[in-house]
Structures are given as structure tokens and as C-alpha cells.
């Protein structure tokens, strides 16, 4: 019977045969720029975070910008993508606390990161992968469902999640594994209609053999 550390070690050899360029598919130029469309990207796309802020990103170029704002005219700014209210008021009050606190300087620890608010570990873990070279596991809804799928994770909360994949992934593939992971359930372990039936992953797949 192959365990979890030799599942893992198959799925990272077939990601780094088929999905070597994966990269983050949030547009950004800055730490400020990823922090705020991975606020954005909960519930949504990338493809629209993106297009919301490629026009967002040339108002608001800054903390000072997003503090100063009016927070209807944020919400609207947003509106595409979704939630945007609690968003916004994230956004906006994340600003002043990092003006005010960390002053202006964006905190390069986690446990910092996760206190500000609209910030959990899966936030925390693309900033600081992404713009600070800081390993970490994303554990979004691809990540979530491929890694029960193939019986990475017996867990349903992403804290879980990620600890049991800090278990069984290398450290310094964290981050990359990440992405590679996400555009590998984009590709071909979609959640409705996966395509099995090419995936190299399937004979040490629980879904693809029927076991969930």
C-alpha cells in the first residue's frame, strides 16, 4: 500500500514534469499590489481580479490612498468582485493599521500578517512565498480538493490542510507547489468534471477509483 509521503513524492515529480512554469496568475508589480488582489481573488477569479485591478491599481497607488478613500466609493471599485463591502471595509481599515502600526511597511511574518484584518494564512502564505521568499502552502479550493483526492489530507479546515502538506512536500517547493498544484486543477482535476482518464495521478487517486 503506498502512503502519504510516497503519493506526495509522485505528485510533485509528475508537477514538475508538466506544470514547471507555474507562477502566481494575480497581476502585481508590488507587495502592496498582491496583498490587496488576494484580498480580492477570495471568491473570485483571478482572470476578474485581474481586470478590476488593472483600473484599481492606477487610483489607488498606495496604503495612504485606500485610508484616505471613501469607503462607498472603494466598495464600488470592487463590485465585480463579489463581497465586496466586507472587502472593502477590510481593505480600508488593513490600511490604517498598517500606516499606523507597522508604518506603511507591510509585516514580512506570518503571524503578524494574520492578525490584520481580511488576512488568513492562505493571504499571508501567497504574500510572503510571492514577494518575500518565504516558503508557504496556499491551500485554496484547488489545493484543498486534489490534496483529498489523492489522500494528501484526511482533513476539511485549511489550517489542517496545510499542516499535513508541510508533512509531505520539500519546504522549497512550497510556493511553487502551490501554483503548479492550481493550474494543474484548472487543467485537468477540475471539481465537477475531472479528466481521469488522462491524468498520470489516477491509480493513486481515492476519487478516480471511486473511494470518494
Same mark, same amino acid.
Given at each position: /500500500?503506498?502512503? *502519504?509521503? %510516497?503519493? @506526495? ?32 481573488? @477570495?471568491?473570485?477569479?483571478?482572470? *476578474?481580479?485581474?481586470?478590476?485591478? @488593472? ?19 472603494? /466598495? ?14 477590510? =481593505? ?19 503571524? %503578524? ?31 484543498? *480538493? ?7 489530507? !484526511?482533513?476539511?479546515?485549511? !489550517? ?5 502538506? /508541510? ?15 492550481? !493550474?494543474?486543477?484548472?487543467? =485537468? ?7 481521469? !482518464?488522462?491524468?498520470? /495521478? ?5 476519487? @478516480?477509483?471511486? %473511494?470518494?
Amino acid at each position: /500500500m503506498i502512503n *502519504r509521503k %510516497e503519493i @506526495a513524492e509522485k505528485f510533485v515529480k509528475y508537477l514538475d514534469e508538466n506544470f514547471a512554469n507555474s507562477k502566481c496568475s494575480l497581476n502585481y508589480e508590488n507587495p502592496f499590489q498582491l496583498l490587496i488582489a488576494t484580498i480580492l481573488s @477570495a471568491q473570485c477569479t483571478d482572470e *476578474r481580479v485581474n481586470k478590476v485591478t @488593472a483600473a484599481l491599481f492606477k487610483k489607488y497607488k498606495n496604503f495612504e490612498d485606500f485610508k484616505n478613500a471613501d469607503l462607498e466609493e472603494i /466598495m464600488e471599485d470592487i463590485r465585480p468582485t463579489g463581497f465586496f463591502r466586507n472587502k472593502a471595509k477590510n =481593505i480600508k481599515k488593513l490600511s490604517e493599521v498598517i500606516l499606523e502600526r507597522y508604518k506603511g511597511v507591510i509585516p514580512v511574518d506570518i503571524n %503578524e500578517l494574520v492578525k490584520l484584518p481580511g488576512i488568513g494564512r492562505k493571504t499571508a502564505n501567497v504574500l510572503l512565498g510571492n514577494c518575500f521568499n518565504t516558503p508557504g502552502i496556499v491551500v485554496d479550493t484547488h489545493v484543498k *480538493r486534489i490534496s483529498q483526492r489523492l489522500g494528501l489530507t !484526511d482533513n476539511d479546515n485549511p !489550517d489542517k490542510i496545510e499542516q499535513d502538506l /508541510m508533512e509531505v512536500i520539500p519546504k522549497e517547493k512550497w510556493t511553487k507547489w502551490s501554483h503548479q498544484v492550481i !493550474d494543474f486543477g484548472r487543467k =485537468i482535476c477540475s471539481a465537477k468534471k475531472p479528466k481521469c !482518464d488522462i491524468c498520470e /495521478m489516477r491509480d493513486v487517486c481515492k476519487f @478516480a477509483n471511486g %473511494e470518494s
